[in-house]
Structure formats: structure tokens, C-alpha cells
């Protein structure tokens, strides 16, 4: 019985995913175009509603070409593990009071953990398409995840040291007083953003699938479903993303300032979701408005600007907070 609920659990998840991931590219495609003063989608359905569809539509009909010299193995099994990454992260992630699939007393560090195993399915995807392009791809975004994997993490730690706890439904109801985190922790908010930005490899930090220079990255051998899975998992990666900020940073489901246990459920699910796409929205604004970094200069960046910054934020946190506490 418990087998036949937790595959109940992950069919449903993956029907909420995969509908959150149809609306962000529309969001997307809509965001770009009010950018650069344009339409955007407004013919497949009312309001261009059904573009996302016809999309989904076309790659599942597409023919899977696989070249013949690459590992067909690690090929095949490089988009699947890319996605599943992202999507078992939101098995921790409560968005609302009794509203998550399972609370863990370590739930960051599972997520964490989840998303530094992203890595091992982008050089998979290079390395066994058998392609310079790909290969050159994969090595960017490992060095890349790698880089700003360590000041994503170091940035969170003040949060961790000032609730003393990783469990993340606890860590939303201690800024049920309406204090969030970020007002304590505004350059960690801004330096998680900037990390998981370039963790998801997204404009203006998108090296890995340059198209000037790399056609399309580590996955320009792939198409059909295999290249729509390494495409929802870079959606699903934003939304995990955008997830863990409002839990650490925003309050979760919280609203300030009003008693919340007045408040019902459907109503906190609503405020949940209106924060994640508020963070989504900035990272698409990111991508329509920023210029691609150079190689060099993004990992600069990541090295010798967020990490210092993560460190200082780190210690001076400890630092009060050890103050307060004698």
C-alpha cells in the first residue's frame, strides 16, 4: 500500500511540474516579447495560450536521431537523470502549513545534494554524444556549476545559523511574525539569486549552449523527447530554485503582518506560488536584459566577487549572532 501512495505522490507531482513548466515558457515567451516591444505568442489558441502545447505536440512526434559513434547508454540516460534531479528536490519543498509530500530534518541539504548531482548529467550528455561541440559544452557548465555551487550554499548558511534548523517548514514558521529572512539577510538573498541564476545556467550566465559558439552546448546531438526533457529540466530547475528563496528568504506562504492561522490553506497555496513566479519573473527579466558573460570573466565573477561576498555575509552573521546569543 505504501509503495502503490508514493508512486500515487510522484505521478502527481510530475502532472503539477510538468503544468508549471507549460505555463513558465509561455510566461517566457510573453516576458521577451513585452521586453522587446513585441506581440509574442498570439496564434495557436486564444491568446497564443495553446503555443506550449503544439510544442510538446512536435517534440513527442519527432524522430530521436542518436549518432551512431556516441555511447548509447550514457546518451540515453544523461536527460533522464538531468531531470530528475531538479523534480525529487520539490519532495522537501512544503508550500503550505500540511502541504508538502515530506518534511526532513536535513530537507536543505537533500535539495543541495539533489542539485549538485545536475553536474554528472551535463557531462554524460557531452561526453556520450560524441560531439567537439557538446563535449566543449559539458566541460563549461561543469566548471561553471561547480564554481557557483559553493557560494550558492555559502549564501544560505546565515539563514541556516539564525534559525538553527535545516528543516524548511520550520524555517518558514519562524518568520511567521512577519519578519522574513531576507530583511536579516538582504545580500545572501541577492547573492542566492545571482548563484542560481548561473546554476541553472541561465542568461547572462548561459556559456554552456552559446549558440554563437557551441550551437547548442552539451545537448546539440540531442531532439525529439530527449532534448524536451533537457528542456524541463531547466524550467524545473528555475522553479526549485525560485522555491527554496521563498522558503529561506520570503516567508514561504507566510503574509506578513496578519495572524495566518485564520487564514485557509487555498489562499497560502496562492501567496506560495505569487512569490515564486514574482523570482521567476526576475530571472527571466535577467535573460532579456543582461549581455552573456565572457568565459573567463563569468568565472571571475563567481570566484573572486560571490564567494568573498558569501564568506563576509557568512561571518558577520556568525559574528552577531554569537553576540546576541552572550
Not at 276 to 287: A, G, H, K, P, Q
Request: some cysteine; glycine content about 6%.
Amino acid at each position: 500500500m505504501d509503495v502503490i501512495l508514493g508512486l500515487l505522490y510522484v505521478v502527481i507531482l510530475f502532472s503539477l511540474v510538468a503544468v508549471q513548466v507549460l505555463i513558465l515558457v509561455f510566461m517566457e515567451r510573453k516576458v521577451s516579447a513585452w521586453i522587446q516591444s513585441r506581440i509574442g505568442p498570439n496564434r495557436v489558441g486564444p491568446w497564443g495560450l495553446l503555443q506550449t502545447t503544439a510544442d510538446i505536440i512536435k517534440l513527442i512526434t519527432k524522430e530521436n536521431i542518436r549518432n551512431i559513434q556516441s555511447d548509447k547508454v550514457i546518451f540515453f540516460l544523461a536527460p533522464i537523470l538531468a531531470f530528475v534531479a531538479p523534480f525529487a528536490g520539490f519532495v522537501t519543498i512544503p508550500v503550505a502549513e500540511n502541504l508538502g509530500i515530506q518534511d526532513l530534518n536535513m530537507g536543505a541539504v537533500y535539495v543541495f545534494a539533489l542539485g549538485s548531482s545536475m553536474v554528472f548529467s551535463v557531462i554524460w550528455a557531452g561526453y556520450g554524444s560524441n560531439n567537439r561541440y557538446a563535449l566543449i559544452g559539458a566541460m563549461r557548465s561543469a566548471a561553471q556549476m561547480i564554481s557557483y555551487e559553493i557560494p550558492l550554499v555559502t549564501s544560505v548558511l546565515g539563514v541556516f545559523l539564525i534559525a538553527g534548523t535545516l528543516s524548511m517548514r520550520e524555517i518558514v514558521a519562524l518568520q511567521e511574525s512577519g519578519t522574513w529572512y531576507v530583511i536579516y539577510q538582504p545580500l545572501g538573498f541577492i547573492l542566492f539569486l545571482v548563484a542560481a541564476t548561473a546554476e541553472a545556467n541561465r542568461a547572462p550566465f548561459d556559456l554552456p549552449e552559446a549558440e554563437s559558439e557551441l550551437v547548442a552546448g552539451f545537448h546539440t546531438e540531442y531532439s525529439g523527447m530527449k532534448f524536451a526533457f533537457f528542456f524541463l529540466a531547466e524550467y524545473t530547475e528555475m522553479l526549485v530554485a525560485c522555491s527554496l528563496m521563498t522558503v529561506l528568504f520570503l516567508g514561504g506562504w507566510l503574509i506578513p503582518f496578519v495572524d495566518n492561522s485564520q487564514i485557509p490553506w487555498w489562499i497560502h497555496i496562492f501567496v506560495f506560488i505569487f512569490k515564486v513566479y514574482s523570482m521567476i519573473f526576475l530571472m527571466m527579466w535577467f535573460r532579456w536584459t543582461f549581455p552573456r558573460l565572457r568565459v573567463d570573466h563569468l568565472m571571475q565573477f563567481g570566484w573572486k566577487v560571490l564567494l568573498p561576498f558569501a564568506l563576509v555575509n557568512l561571518v558577520v552573521t556568525g559574528a552577531v549572532a554569537l553576540w546576541l546569543k552572550s
